[in-house]
């Protein structure tokens, strides 16, 4: 069993959430606006908490504490700012609650509508990126959904200051207006500060209190949810992403978006793991690209065919330079990889529909992109690709809800029921028929 504090807090989540589907888009307005204003004034506190998570990493020496781990951990003035903008921008889009999907009137006379509602009480489970607690919580509320975060204990100290601030303004703003001031607080959040690992085991069977988990985080993560939850998984798989460099690209524009989509923030999931490159131009984009990405210290490992074509162009070139002699020869499982660092694979194709091969074998339906000045081979591309987002002469790097312009998201969907791609407020969001009639039987 959760332990009874916990049970108590979370059994009264069912209790905040039908509050919330009642509240006005006014009110719920109104209190991320007073969360963003709160954001901006906890900055050094935030920053503090922050400092302590950073300082208790210095003494683990695993392999997992690569500088992109540490990156997702660090928290500055800057991103505390961008998390309070994407709270206000949250605040500004529609309420998808109630929204008119469709209607139609029967022969009968029976008045059909389809209209969104929340999903109800929600689970999410992420590791240690305690930005996206602002992000999810905000969320969640102006969708209509209670929520339950549990983080990883990496990022415990930053998560528990965003918890008490989180708490802080509901018990300020919501009791106030949903009336629920008497009695036990039934908020629509519980920030879980418990890092039990069997915790998670007991929370993924609690179909009683939650009504969708989503998991957000690396493979092992969401391999265990999808195994043991009793409840439906929203997932937010790894991103195993690519670049493909068509034959009639513009070289320049391919350095450009692959030097961005790989070094901008490698340890994020839309960040391309593996660069395909049409034979025919490879050793063209190489001696641009290669130099480019060496000054971003970042490692390559590459196909034999793209491996032979370095050392020709270090041999008919006579250079001597570590972006040829620090390239290592990828191994097949490589190309399964999420590296979510500065490691890029490489691989030599023979055309589309090659790329399209490899995509499909090796890729996770995240996000993919095509540099090419060809539009019939774009869209070939986009429709024979299989993936969440599929690009045209942009970086993957814009697979983000904020970017994207949904305010924000709890994660990058790469499932196929329900929600693909960000999960923005509309995808927190399911339809349910109203049906008003005058009377009428079936016969």
Not at 199 to 223: S, W, Y
Not at 359 to 382: C, L, M, P, W
Request: hydrophobic share 40%; glycine share 6%.
């Amino acid at each position: 069993m959760i332990e009874t504090e916990l049970e108590r807090r979370l059994a009264l989540l069912k209790m905040g959430s039908r509050s919330l589907a009642k509240m006005s888009t006014e009110i719920k307005n109104s209190i991320l606006l007073k969360f963003a204003k709160k954001l901006e004034s906890s900055i050094q506190e935030i920053l503090l908490s922050n400092g302590r998570d950073l300082v208790a990493l210095r003494g683990d020496t695993s392999d997992r504490i690569t500088p992109a781990f540490r990156d997702r951990l660090t928290l500055n003035e800057t991103r505390i700012r961008q998390m309070a903008e994407s709270v206000r921008a949250i605040a500004k889009l529609p309420d998808p609650v109630g929204e008119l999907v469709d209607e139609k009137t029967l022969e009968n006379g029976l008045y059909l509508r389809r209209v969104r509602s929340p999903l109800g009480s929600i689970l999410v489970i992420f590791e240690s990126r305690p930005n996206v607690i602002a992000e999810i919580f905000s969320l969640a509320l102006k969708s209509g959904n209670s929520i339950a975060l549990r983080g990883g204990s990496d990022s415990k100290e930053t998560a528990a200051c965003l918890y008490r601030i989180i708490d802080q303004i509901l018990k300020n703003n919501f009791t106030t207006h949903t009336g629920t001031s008497a009695g036990p607080f039934a908020g629509p959040f519980v920030g879980i500060d418990d890092y039990d690992r069997d915790l998670i085991g007991r929370l993924l069977l609690r179909n009683d209190i939650f009504d969708v988990c989503i998991p957000r985080g690396g493979a092992e993560l969401i391999d265990r949810v999808s195994r043991e939850s009793r409840m439906p998984v929203i997932k937010n798989d790894k991103g195993v992403c690519h670049l493909y460099v068509h034959e009639k690209a513009d070289l320049d524009m391919a350095v450009k978006i692959a030097v961005n989509a790989k070094t901008s923030r490698p340890g994020v999931c839309n960040a391309i793991e593996t660069l395909l490159v049409d034979e025919s131009i490879s050793k063209e984009l190489f001696r641009l690209l290669m130099p480019e990405l060496l000054k971003q210290n970042v490692k390559s490992f590459a196909c034999e065919t793209s491996l032979l074509n370095l050392r020709d162009i270090a041999r008919t070139d006579r250079i001597e330079s570590p972006w040829i002699a620090d390239v290592s020869e990828a191994q097949d499982s490589d190309f399964f990889l999420e590296y979510l660092d500065l490691k890029l694979n490489i691989k030599t194709v023979s055309g589309v529909g090659s790329a399209i091969a490899h995509i499909s074998k090796y890729g996770s339906n995240h996000s993919e992109a095509i540099v090419t000045k060809d539009e019939a081979v774009a869209r070939r591309f986009q429709s024979e690709v299989d993936s969440a987002c599929v690009y045209w002469n942009a970086s993957t790097r814009f697979t983000d809800g904020f970017s994207m312009g949904l305010g924000g998201e709890i994660g990058i969907s790469t499932q196929k029921l329900h929600v693909r791609g960000p999960v923005g407020l509309r995808e927190l969001t399911s339809v349910r028929w109203w049906i008003d009639g005058s009377g009428q039987t079936r016969v």
